[in-house]
Each structure stands twice: as C-alpha cells, then as structure tokens.
T-cell receptor, first 112, second 110 residues
Framework: DVKVTQSSRYLVKRTGEKVFLECVQD?????MFWYRQDPGLGLRLIYF???????EKGDIPEGYSVSREKKERFSLILESASTNQTSMYLC???????????FGSGTQLSVL | GQQVMQIPQYQHVQEGEDFTTYCNSS?????IQWYKQRPGGHPVFLIQ?????EVKKQKRLTFQFGEAKKNSSLHITATQTTDVGTYFC??????????FGKGTSLLVTP
C-alpha cells in the first residue's frame, strides 16, 4: 500500500515563527500536493509539484512556500506564521497526470 | 479560480434512507473523482469517472457522470452508520492538480 507520512499530527506554533511541515511518500510518485482544509471551505490547494525541484502555485499560495529537493519529500513552509493559518494541512501524492490522490493523515496546526 | 459546486452541504438521514450528493461545473470536465473522508480521517479515493454518461457501482454506491460531462452524482442506497462522513468530488481544470468541491457531510442516525 502507498504510504504518505506527515511528520506531525498536531503542531502548536506562535505568531511570526517559521514553520516546516514535512511529507514523505514511499511509492515513487511524480506528483505531490499540499492542501489545507477548513470547515465549510473544503480542501484548497496551496502548492503542488510534478517533479523534483519543480513547484506550481495552487489557489491560495500566499504566505506559504514549498521545497522538493528529493522525489519522495515535499515540504510546506510558513515563512512567518499567522493566526489565519491555523488549519488542517493535508499532503497528497499521485503517480502522474491527474490520477487518484493518496493522502497523509494530516497535520492540525494551531498558530497562537 | 475555477470551482466545482457541490450540494447539499449537509444531509441528515435515518439509517436505511437513500442519500445523494451532486457536483456541478460550468465547464466540460475531462473526468471527475469522488473521495470519502470519515470523521477525524483523511480523504480516501472512491472512484473516477471518465466517459460521458458513465455509471459505476460499488455495492450500495452508484456514481454517475452527466452526458455533457458537466455534472456528477453519488447515490447511496439504504444508508448505514458506516456511511457517515464527508463526500467530496474533485476535478482537474488544467494541469495535474485536483480541485475539490466543498463536500457534503452525511450524518446517519440509527
């Protein structure tokens, strides 16, 4: 089975801190994605990557950056955390193209 | 950006009743995917529809893709408490990234 692992299930940070969310997949998938999920808003795409060192902005990239130095790892970076970035962050991967996504268990981030 | 509209937002049924959620797009879709997210869990892929008018079944779940490929539905026959969760449709407008509907949260009362 495909495994997508997110480094933390719960995270509490302070406003202004730099935050790193890590995601690792073990199936040699080409594509990786970061979504945030908020009640009533569904899943919104932050960034995605279709190859190592490649990245594309999603619908809500402001305040975030990403890094993909290795194929299996995709990191989401909050340069200066703000309270409105309190959310559930979901990482996902897919083999290639627009095939089905495999999601990690999510990181619930609270910014105080 | 482009969005896919999903209705209803919430549905509360008695166990044994049927349930349907709908996804609508203003543009023609190449395909549509459906996911289920259990409370406290992460989205899990259910199915992908590609062809115009396509109908697929998974036990009590029936998925349809409209003839014009602008809408889709998920129908659950005789709901069970295990069906509780949020159902999302997801589409690709361009490139690789999936855009998700806001989801329909299903609550089933025994």
């Amino acid at each position: 089975d495909v495994k997508v692992t997110q480094s933390s299930r719960y995270l509490v940070k302070r406003t202004g801190e730099k935050v790193f969310l890590e995601c690792v997949q073990d199936m040699d998938h080409e594509n990786m994605f970061w979504y945030r999920q908020d009640p009533g808003l569904g899943l919104r795409l932050i960034y995605f990557s279709y190859d190592v060192k490649m990245k594309e902005k999603g619908d809500i990239p402001e305040g975030y950056s990403v890094s993909r130095e290795k194929k299996e790892r995709f990191s989401l970076i909050l340069e200066s955390a703000s309270t409105n970035q309190t959310s559930m962050y979901l990482c996902a991967s897919s083999p290639h193209g627009s095939e089905k996504l495999f999601f990690g268990s999510g990181t619930q981030l609270s910014v105080l | 950006g482009q969005q896919v509209m999903q209705i209803p937002q919430y549905q509360h049924v008695q166990e044994g009743e049927d349930f349907t959620t709908y996804c609508n797009s203003s543009t023609t879709l190449s395909n549509i995917q459906w996911y289920k997210q259990r409370p406290g869990g992460h989205p899990v892929f259910l199915i992908q529809l590609v062809k115009s008018g396509e109908v697929k079944k998974q036990k009590r779940l029936t998925f349809q893709f409209g003839e014009a490929k602008k809408n889709s539905s998920l129908h659950i026959t005789a709901t069970q408490t295990t069906d509780v969760g949020t159902y999302f449709c997801a589409v690709t407008f361009s490139g690789y990234a999936l855009n998700f509907g806001k989801g329909t949260s299903l609550l089933v009362t025994p």
